[in-house]
């Protein structure tokens, strides 16, 4: 019998004025603050870099990005939005290779196919295997760098984490009979936290998102054990191997360490809603929904070696402030930019390095928003790792953001149900 009976669909919170739903990432508010940015320092061990520029739209790109013609301060940088289809619920985005096909999730658990302004087609449906509701659902999608095989996060009937694989036609047709299940992730009882991420880097390893199961303050204390997949980022070869429906890569931080899981690529994360590879540098980029008070972007350049092996400090610590006096506080990588609650924010979405030649003021700006104040926000690195960050453009209840093959950014509104392309002001 289920653990968890799935539910219908629903907006789950009501917060001054603001439709926020929780299908990206509670958080529990109860305090208020200003907006503030940290710098970031890590000692912890990088020392394997990634073998790829991952991402989850555009894993294998060969395109050599335009040079940019402008760079502005993100206070200068205006954008729009150019609606490009819509999807119920819309929860993560992914292309193909040499596929201008647009692929969306919705939370309910169809994949949708959006092709050059043609009617939504439907590919896949996967809601008899799901619980949906809350933060539970089909929660992300990638697909293999030949587009081969697509990879789905979802939660099962069960509430529990689920990877599978999709073999997936030329034509971008999905075989419902073709499920490949890889990976299963028991839940606690909390239904929150599930993550949802997947990235696939150009040597076709994949990197899966998981939260730190849930409940408020990290009460299992999951995120900073690594002998549990929960609070982490991980990364495996999906190809089966023999009986086993995937392989641990040698490269990987904790490979063969008996005191890990050897799947963890990072740990420390309450629940990493989007992460991303610049898939021009390599460099890594987090998004992580904080609890009371702070919502956090974390990085790590690919010379540091792109996350590998790197704590990210919760439940430690929630941003830079300190949050679990009973868990260790040492070799943890700090955020590079941080923003307090009291403004109407309080879920931050993480985004992409734009790396497109349609907005040349962008070019290597990161682009990430919050889904209960529906902003988006530009965010440039300096010379000595401090974050310049502004506001840029708006997108109601924010669920994620995808890149296409061209590096041009796309958002997903969860409450209207809409795709939109990002383009200039």
């Known amino acids: 019998m289920s ?63 335009t040079p940019p013609q402008d760079t502005l301060a993100p206070k200068d940088i205006r954008l729009a939005l150019q609606e490009v289809g819509t999807v119920e619920t819309p929860t993560a985005f992914a292309v193909r290779a040499a596929d201008p096909t647009l692929f969306v999730t919705s939370q309910s658990g169809t994949v949708h196919a959006l092709r050059g302004g043609q009617p939504t087609v439907t590919v896949l449906d996967l809601g008899a295997r799901m619980s949906v509701g809350g933060e539970e659902g089909l929660l992300g999608i990638a697909f293999s760098p030949d587009g081969s095989e697509a990879y789905l996060h979802y939660t099962d009937t069960n509430g529990d984490i689920q990877i599978d694989a999709f073999s997936v036609g030329e034509d971008g047709v999905f075989d419902p009979d073709s499920r490949r299940p890889i990976l299963n992730v028991p839940h606690p009882e909390n239904s929150n936290h599930n993550g949802g991420q997947l990235v696939v880097d150009a040597e076709g390893m994949l990197y899966i998102g998981i939260g730190d199961g849930g409940g408020g303050g990290d009460p299992q204390r999951n995120a900073l054990d690594r002998s549990t997949l929960l609070g982490k980022i991980l990364r495996i070869d999906p190809a089966a ?64 070696g792109a996350g590998s092996g790197a704590n990210f400090g919760w439940s430690a610590y929630e941003g830079s402030r300190r949050f679990n006096d009973d868990q260790p506080n040492d070799n943890t990588v700090k955020p590079v930019h941080e923003y307090r609650h009291g403004d109407g924010s309080a879920s931050v979405i993480g985004g992409f ?30 010379g000595s790792g401090d974050a310049d960050v502004a506001q840029v453009g708006a997108v109601e209840t924010v669920s994620s953001f995808g890149e296409d093959n061209d590096g041009e950014l796309y958002a997903l509104s969860y409450s209207r149900g809409t795709v939109y392309r990002i383009v200039a002001a």
Not at 13 to 24: N, R, Y
Not at 32 to 39: E, L, N, Q, R, V
């Open 241 to 304: 191997d023999g009986n086993a429906p995937y392989r641990i890569p040698e490269d990987n931080p904790f490979y063969a360490m008996s005191s890990a899981r050897n799947e963890i690529w990072a740990y420390g994360f309450r629940n990493p809603w989007r992460f991303s590879f610049d898939r021009l540098t390599g460099d890594f980029w987090v998004g992580d929904v904080g609890q009371r008070t702070i919502e956090e972007i974390d990085f790590v350049s690919a010379a540091d």
């Open 353 to 382: 390095v734009y790396r497109g030649s349609a907005i040349p003021a962008l070019y290597g700006a990161y682009v990430f928003g919050d889904q209960v104040r529906s902003v988006l926000w530009a965010l440039r690195l300096d």
């Open 3 to 65: 653990k968890r009976t799935p539910r219908n669909l629903s907006i789950a919170l009501l917060l001054t004025g603001a439709v926020a739903v929780t299908v990206a990432c509670s958080t529990d508010t109860d305090t208020t603050g200003s907006a503030t940015t940290s710098a970031r320092t890590t000692n912890a061990a990088t020392s394997v870099a990634t073998t790829g520029n991952g991402s989850v739209t555009s894993p294998n790109s060969t395109a050599t990005p």
